[in-house]
């Protein structure tokens, strides 16, 4: 119902009120707190989202790559690129949009190579989805990134931006 609520209307504390209630419910279910994570993660809250993730990993330490996903996002986004880099390489098969939040992670660390790969790996995985940008359109790419990620606070999707800019993407 909480994943209905954020998704379909975008509605973050209906979202939340639906992940209380299921963590009140069954405390020990590892994935309602990596959704709650991730909605901490939007709403720019991410201590809150790194705290989540690691009640999660106690949990269950092999937690999906979603879970994953979430703290890789929450460090980026907290200026700890080694932390996305040690998320990254835990996941098992790593979505689509994680290969760009590591192409940006990588190229704020400097490490060009492996921004490249990166970035590599993810043009060629997302030219797969109906709903990607087909062109270098930096405003197809925006609109894009504005879906993929729903941040409530604007100026973390601009620090992906800055990221994804270093490594050579278009935004």
Not at 17 to 26: E, F, K, R
Not at 78 to 84: D, I, K, T
Not at 141 to 152: G, S
Request: negative net charge; charged residues 25%.
């Amino acid at each position: 119902m909480a994943w209905s609520y954020f998704e379909v209307k975008g509605d973050f504390d209906l979202a939340k009120i639906q992940v209380d209630q299921a963590l009140a419910l069954n405390p020990n279910d590892y994935y309602n707190y990596c959704f709650d994570g991730w909605l901490y993660v939007c709403s720019g809250e991410l201590e809150h989202a790194v705290a989540c993730s690691n009640e999660a990993l106690r949990r269950s330490p092999l937690v999906s790559d979603g879970c994953l996903e979430t703290r890789l996002v929450a460090e980026y986004l907290a200026g700890n690129y080694p932390g996305s880099v040690i998320a990254f390489g835990r996941m098992l098969q790593p979505s689509v949009g994680c290969y760009a939040w590591m192409a940006a992670a990588y190229a704020q660390l400097g490490r060009t190579d492996e921004a490249s790969v990166m970035v590599d790996t993810f043009l060629r995985r997302v030219e797969e989805l109906p709903w990607a940008p087909k062109g270098v359109s930096s405003d197809e790419w925006r609109q894009y990134w504005a879906r993929e990620f729903r941040a409530k606070d604007l100026a973390a999707r601009e620090r992906l931006f800055d990221g994804l800019r270093k490594a050579g993407l278009s935004v």
